[in-house]
C-alpha cells in the first residue's frame, strides 16, 4: 500500500474561511466523486466537500489547518 496523500483547499459553506484537508489515498482503483465530511479549520463547524472516492475515508480527514487571512 502507498502513503501517497492529497491536499485540499477548501472554502467553508458556513463561515466562508478558506482551510487545507489533506486526505489518504485509501483505494486507488476506485472510480468516481462522493462527499466527505470535514470540519472547518476556523469556525469548528462540520461541512461536506466533494472528493475523488479514491481518497474517501470512513472516518473524518487525516488533518486540517487554519489559512492565516488574507
Keep these: 500500500m502507498t502513503n501517497e496523500e492529497k491536499t485540499y483547499r477548501v472554502a467553508c459553506a458556513e463561515c466562508g474561511k478558506k482551510f487545507y484537508a489533506r486526505f489518504a489515498l485509501v483505494d486507488p482503483s476506485a ?29 473524518d480527514i487525516l488533518k486540517s489547518r487554519k489559512l492565516e487571512d488574507d
Design 31 to 59: 472510480e468516481g466523486e462522493g462527499e466527505q465530511t470535514v470540519h472547518c479549520g476556523k469556525c469548528g463547524k462540520q461541512i461536506k466537500i466533494t472528493l475523488p472516492k479514491k481518497y474517501m475515508q470512513p472516518g
